[in-house]
């Protein structure tokens, strides 16, 4: 399939998608969701592929929405349209999606790396939702998912001044999972994404589905969806085979059934 503003290749069991704006900072304007979406979805479909790895350049993850889209925008065309509203299909699709963030992850791209599934950072990474300097709020999750991630303090300190967080307190902050030099960035996240390959797709499936519940839910309602998720993984050959195989102290095989 052809993009004009992502890359996409696959690697092993991992898809490698590369945010490819670079005279704009990856600035995030509507077609790279169009085209993330038309990606993301070719490979929901794609029984090969088991997990993905999204990345931008070594300097930008991406620099946040795109201002120049928007700079025209009036109230009417953002409300009536619902403008960054498709943004959050990212989050629905079912393999899991590891975020590779060198460089520059403001505004949109900071909301983009949050609405990933794992975060992982170059050393080199910035983290910030600056959009107060341009006389706005985040709106792509910045302001309800950063709290979940890093706290009331810290989400108030960067969406009202503006500052920037670096890969070291982004990781202290369990913002990212790890930090890793800049060199080994997309081994590291491609590693990631084909451990996640050797797993049963269904079960990786279920397990990204019920932590995502917990984003949605009260705590009762997230344990029972888990409970109910737990007992349908019974009916899977993969579950039968992961027991079996641990019994008779041999790797599983998993069918992915
Ligand atoms: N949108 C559009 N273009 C952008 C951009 C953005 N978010 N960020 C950078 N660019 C463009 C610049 O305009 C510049 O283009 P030209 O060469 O044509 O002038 C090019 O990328 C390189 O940028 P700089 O010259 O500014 O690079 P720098 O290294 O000096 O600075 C930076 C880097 C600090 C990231 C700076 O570019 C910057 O502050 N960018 C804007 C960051 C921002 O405010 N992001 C939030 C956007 S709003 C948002 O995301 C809303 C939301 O929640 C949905």
Not at 204 to 226: D, H, I, P, Q
Request: charged share 25%.
């Amino acid at each position: 399939m052809a993009y004009e503003t992502i890359l996409v290749e696959n690697r092993d069991a991992v898809a490698l998608i590369t945010i490819n704006r670079p005279k704009a900072l990856n600035a995030l304007n509507a077609l790279v969701f169009q085209e993330l979406e038309r990606a993301l979805s070719a490979i929901d479909a794609d029984e090969e592929i088991a997990a993905v790895v999204l990345t931008g350049s070594e300097k930008a993850f991406a620099a946040g929405a795109d201002i120049k889209e928007m700079a025209d925008l009036d109230f009417s065309a953002a409300y009536n349209t619902d403008y960054v509203a498709h943004w959050q299909n990212v989050t629905r699709h079912s393999k899991p999606i590891i975020a590779a963030v060198a460089g520059y992850a403001l505004g949109g791209g900071c909301e983009l790396a949050m609405m990933c599934d794992i975060v992982i950072a170059a050393e080199n990474a910035r983290f910030g939702q600056p959009e107060i300097n341009l006389g706005t709020i985040p709106g792509a999750g910045g302001s309800q998912r950063l709290i979940r991630e890093i706290g009331k303090s810290k989400a108030m300190e960067m969406i009202l001044t503006g500052r920037m967080m670096n890969a070291e307190d982004a990781e202290r902050a369990n913002l990212v999972s790890r930090v890793v030099p800049l060199e080994n960035l997309i081994d590291e996240a491609l590693r990631i994404g084909n451990e996640i390959a050797q797993k049963s797709q269904p079960i990786v499936a279920m397990a990204k589905e019920a932590v995502n519940v917990a984003y949605e839910t009260s705590l009762a309602e997230g344990l029972r969806f888990e409970r109910r998720a737990f007992y349908a993984t019974f009916a899977t050959d993969d579950r039968a085979e992961g027991m079996t195989a641990f019994t008779e102290k041999r790797s599983a095989r998993f069918s992915h059934r």
